[in-house]
């Protein structure tokens, strides 16, 4: 498209030079010639004034160029927490489906997200690893990066089950900081990066550190699903995540 305009563009410097030259040939031949020039010179204005408008017109842009549509998927999700006691196996970090972890980890930034697992396993997992998801209530950032977790109950969209760390604490210390934030919450999927963030594990030096929760979450058993995968509770608590 570019070389076919500046080929124009060369023909219409000719017609304009070229109308220089009839002036001075119209001088020498007389006046019955001025018929032509006049002939020469509407056709020069229709080409500039073709030329012009070709130029007004913009081009559409080739597909491939085009930008996708920005903008996070808002969800309702089953959210539960693992840690270092309920892992698979118990008294590990170890995690299926690494991205940024080698092992299950991360502050809860954007830009180091806490490891979650979702429903299924390798190669038929809820969603891809490396997906982000935004989560309110415990304001954080997580990762997919383990796989295992049970089936979401019926009204929600999925499941995540967020590590929490725990390495420090006891069982019942570490169940009791999951069964805290269990329940039916908001998230985003695919979340811009300046959202409100408690940075730092979910469970760490003998607490639980999330922000005050909501106080009617809902439970597992509100659902007809029996649930699949590693979670056989009732409230989804324990997913001993982290076996592939």
């Known amino acids: 498209m570019a070389d076919h305009r500046r080929v124009i ?3 219409v410097v000719g017609v304009v030079q070229g109308g220089g030259a009839v002036q001075e040939d119209r001088a020498r031949r007389g006046s019955g010639y001025g018929r032509s020039v006049k ?3 509407l056709l020069g204005a229709v080409v ?3 030329v012009g408008c070709s130029k007004a017109a913009p081009e559409p842009i080739p597909p491939a160029q085009q930008q996708p549509q920005a903008g996070s998927k808002q969800l ?4 539960t ?3 270092w006691q309920d892992n698979t196996p118990p008294g590990s970090s170890v995690v299926g489906e690494p991205v940024l972890h080698k092992q ?5 930034t954007f830009a180091d997200p806490i490891t979650v697992a979702v429903p299924g396993h390798e190669g038929k997992m809820a969603w891809q690893p490396g997906t982000k998801f935004y989560l309110p209530t415990v304001q954080r950032y997580v990762i997919v ?5 049970a089936k979401q109950p019926a009204g929600t969209d999925t499941h995540l089950d967020m590590w929490i760390g725990g390495q420090d604490g006891t069982k019942q210390a570490t169940d009791d900081c999951e069964n805290t934030f269990t329940g039916r919450v908001a998230a985003q999927a695919d979340p811009p990066d300046n959202l409100p963030v408690m940075a730092g594990p979910i469970f760490a030096n003998q607490k639980c550190n ?4 909501p106080a009617n979450m809902g439970t597992y058993a509100d659902s007809d699903d029996s649930g699949s995968g590693d979670d056989s509770s009732d409230d989804g608590g324990d997913s001993g995540s982290g076996d592939n």
């Not at 309702?76 to 959210?79: A, D, H």
């Not at 299950?104 to 809860?108: F, L, P």
């Not at 990066?145 to 977790?149: C, Q, R, V, Y």
């Not at 999330?210 to 929760?213: G, L, T």
Request: charged content about 15%; proline content about 3%; overall charge negative.
């Open 9 to 11: 563009r060369i023909g």
């Open 39 to 41: 002939l020469s010179a």
């Open 48 to 50: 500039v004034l073709a």
């Open 76 to 79: 309702t999700i089953w959210l």
């Open 81 to 83: 927490g693992y840690s």
């Open 104 to 108: 299950a980890d991360g502050q809860g």
């Open 145 to 149: 990066e383990d796989s295992g977790a």
């Open 210 to 213: 999330i922000p005050a929760q």
